[in-house]
């Protein structure tokens, strides 16, 4: 695989949906920038290929592929070979939906882009482009997945992760607004003993501010203990 420059970038393209494998490459070829360098229906196809020497510079392929035949491989299991032939191949996995832990997966273990079926066209045109640069695509709807699986997740470890009374009591003046040195008026403690606790919380909740801790809070149904006074 060489990297895509001026010229136009050659594609690979993986699905096993004849109609929409062949519309796509189409509508695809007719942009300026982009070539197809070959388009299969399956795994093993394209793999015999690139076994053969075909070059490319981004691949887009399908998440469904082969889930119609327990032989064939699936886009995951294709990607994983991918990646033995060609190491620093650019892939952009294209799907109908995923699932969040293959979803982490594919970005995080096999590294590759991906976008969304229901996404605009002009969407996957730059998607395209911007993984033969290099760029790991993440469609805004999957992104939006991953952080609402991660906030579930922190807020299920703060709960986890039972809060001390005073931890309770400062999240609870927190919550009505007080500054730090009326937190520490109220429970008796210095400022800095104050900001300390607050470090603490952030730490549990996985944020970096007071903002962020008391809409984190509020967002996850987060209960204080009420205030320790005095």
């Known amino acids: ?4 420059s001026s010229s136009a970038i050659r594609l690979l393209v993986v699905d096993d949906h004849m109609l929409f494998r062949e519309s796509l490459c189409r509508m695809l070829e007719a942009e300026r920038g982009v070539t197809i360098a070959g388009d299969y229906s399956t795994a093993a ?3 015999a290929a690139l076994r053969d020497g075909l070059a490319f510079d981004a691949a887009l392929i399908d998440y469904d592929l082969g889930m119609s035949e327990e032989s064939e491989l699936s886009g995951l299991d294709l990607v994983a070979q991918l990646r033995l032939l060609v190491p620093d191949a650019r892939v952009l996995m294209v799907t109908a939906g995923i699932d969040i832990p293959e979803l982490r997966h594919a970005i995080g273990g096999l590294r590759v882009g991906v976008f969304l079926k229901t996404e605009p066209t002009a969407e996957l045109l730059l998607a395209i482009h911007r993984t033969a640069r290099g760029e790991q695509w993440i469609s805004s709807r999957a992104s939006l997945a991953l952080l609402a699986e991660q906030a579930t997740s922190q807020a299920q470890s703060l709960e986890r992760s039972a809060l001390s009374e005073r ?4 999240l609870q003046l927190v919550l009505e607004g007080k500054s730090n040195k009326e937190i520490g008026g109220e429970i008796g403690a210095t400022e800095s003993s104050i900001k300390a606790v607050l470090q603490k919380l952030f730490e549990k909740a996985g944020v970096r501010n007071r903002s962020q801790l008391v809409r984190y809070a509020i967002e996850s149904h987060i209960e204080s203990r009420g205030p320790h006074r005095g």
């Open 45 to 47: 196809s394209a793999l």
């Open 1 to 4: 695989m060489t990297t895509a």
């Open 167 to 170: 931890e309770s009591s400062v």
